[in-house]
T-cell receptor
C-alpha cells in the first residue's frame, strides 16, 4: 500500500543553519503531498502542500518540491530559528483523496 | 479560520472504564477523522466519517468505536479502556479538498 518514509530524528541545528528533512513516498497514482508541523503541546498545522509533479509548496521560509522521478518531497529552509523547533510530518493523500497517510515524524531542535 | 476543538487536553482513566473523546468543528465540514499519535509510529487513522451517521474504519479500529449524530461533532469511544490505549488522540476535519485541519489533541493516560 501507499506509504511515507521520512528521515529519523532528532535533527539538532544551530540558529541560522540550513535545514533539510528528507521525505520519500510510495504511492499508486499521483497523490497530493503535505508537510505538517506540530509545535510542543499543540495539534498539527499544515505547513505547505503540493498537488502535482514539479509543484513547489512554500510557507514561512520553508519549501518543498514534488519530485515524481525520485518520489520525494524534501523539506528545506535556508536559515532556521529557535521558534522552528517542532515535529515535522510528511504526508500524502490516499488513493480516494479522503484520508492522509503520515510518516513517523522528525523532531527538529534549534538552539541559539 | 477553521476551528477544531477537543473536549479535553488531558484525561486520566482506569482500565475497563468507558471513555468518550469529543471533537467539534465549526466550519460545516463533511469529513472528520480520529488519529492516535505514538512516538516512533507517527499518526495512525482509527476511524473517519464522511457524513452524519456514516463511518469508515481506518487502519487501527480495534478497541474503538465512533459516533456522528451531528455534522459538527465526532466522538471517539473506548468501550473498555486498556493500558495500550494510552496515547495522544488527534481529531481532524476537512471539506472537499485534501487539507485536514487538526484539533489540539487529547493526551489520554489509562492506568
Amino acid at each position: 500500500g501507499d506509504s511515507v518514509t521520512q528521515m529519523e530524528g532528532p535533527v539538532t541545528l544551530s540558529e541560522e543553519a540550513f535545514l533539510t528533512i528528507n521525505c520519500t513516498y510510495t504511492a499508486t497514482g499521483y497523490p497530493s503531498l503535505f508537510w505538517y508541523v506540530q509545535y510542543p503541546g499543540e495539534g498539527l498545522q499544515l505547513l505547505l502542500k503540493a498537488t502535482k509533479a514539479d509543484d513547489k509548496g512554500s510557507n514561512k521560509g520553508f519549501e518543498a518540491t514534488y519530485r515524481k522521478e525520485t518520489t520525494s518531497f524534501h523539506l528545506e529552509k535556508g536559515s532556521v530559528q529557535v521558534s522552528d523547533s517542532a515535529v515535522y510530518f510528511c504526508a500524502l493523500s490516499d488513493q480516494a483523496g479522503t484520508a492522509l497517510i503520515f510518516g513517523k515524524g522528525t523532531t527538529l531542535s534549534v538552539s541559539s | 479560520d477553521v476551528k477544531v476543538t477537543q473536549s479535553s487536553r488531558y484525561l486520566v482513566k482506569r482500565t475497563g472504564e468507558k471513555v468518550f473523546l469529543e471533537c467539534v468543528q465549526d466550519m460545516d465540514h463533511e469529513n472528520m477523522f480520529w488519529y492516535r499519535q505514538d512516538p516512533g509510529l507517527g499518526l495512525r487513522l482509527i476511524y473517519f466519517s464522511y457524513d452524519v451517521k456514516m463511518k469508515e474504519k481506518g487502519d487501527i479500529p480495534e478497541g474503538y468505536s465512533v459516533s456522528r449524530e451531528k455534522k459538527e461533532r465526532f466522538s471517539l469511544i473506548l468501550e473498555s479502556a486498556s493500558t495500550n490505549q494510552t496515547s495522544m488522540y488527534l481529531c481532524a476535519s476537512k471539506q472537499g479538498g485534501e487539507t485536514q485541519y487538526f484539533g489540539p489533541g487529547t493526551r489520554l493516560l489509562v492506568l
